[in-house]
């Protein structure tokens, strides 16, 4: 039972548009969703978090979105840059609660 | 500041043979310990947590077993390997509720 999807695999991008990464969940007692960033044969990092008290909040280039009636959030890294092109995973936990992945989006950004 | 290490970064073993992976962190005390694993189209899968020493939640049945000797050291195991173990295997750690923090994780490759 996946409790985190996402359901696009891959996504592509120009470099200096928006991206829009897509995360929906099925637990409604999630309350903490986090984004994190990963490159091949390296560990995931940290992008951005936002508690469900929250429908957006924004670090930079990064914003999240969440919209706890559907279930759903989004980040969006706008403007897009070469470096941003990696495996991102959206994240989720309940309270006091271990963190549940999704199976992760690769983003290509293109010149 | 919080550091976690884990080793070896590669491995290649032959089915059947055993395996120890070891995670140790440094800077913090009592930390909640993760093993995950990201296989082909599988993301990050959870496959075990540890809450405290001793204390160890498996998430999947598998082929592998976790132990906590002490408060700062993770390790994951196993007496025989097979195929399907292989995988990028990384260990992370958090205090509950909040983000975690990856190491640089293992690529294991069973022949």
């Known amino acids: 039972d996946q409790q985190v999807k996402q359901n696009s695999p891959s996504l592509s991008v120009q470099e200096g548009r928006i991206s829009i990464l897509n995360c929906d969940y099925t637990?409604?007692?999630?309350?903490?969703f986090l984004w994190y960033k990963k490159y091949p044969a390296e560990g995931p990092t940290f992008l951005i978090s936002?508690?469900?008290?929250?429908d957006k909040n924004e670090d930079g280039r990064f914003t999240v979105f969440l919209n706890k009636s559907a279930k759903h959030l989004s980040l969006h890294i706008v403007p897009s840059q070469p470096g941003d092109s990696a495996v991102y995973f959206c994240a989720a936990s309940a309270i006091d609660d271990k963190i549940i992945f999704g199976k992760g989006t690769r983003l290509h950004i293109l010149p | 500041s919080q550091t976690i290490h884990q080793w070896p970064a590669t491995l290649v073993q032959p089915v059947g043979s055993p395996l120890s992976l070891e995670c140790t962190v440094e800077?913090?005390?009592?930390?909640?310990l993760y093993w995950y694993r990201q296989a082909a189209g599988r993301g990050l899968q959870l496959l075990f947590y540890?809450?405290?020493?001793?204390?160890i939640s498996s998430e999947v049945p598998q082929n592998l077993s976790a132990s906590r000797p002490q408060d700062r050291q993770f390790i994951l195991s196993s007496k025989k390997l097979l195929l399907s173990d292989s995988g990028f295997y990384l260990c992370a750690w958090n205090y509950l509720g909040e983000k975690l923090f990856f190491g640089s994780g293992t690529q294991l490759s069973v022949l």
């Open positions: 936002i508690s469900s008290i929250k």
């Open positions: 637990n409604s007692m999630f309350d903490y």
């Open positions: 800077g913090t005390s009592n930390p909640n």
């Open positions: 540890s809450v405290g020493i001793g204390q």
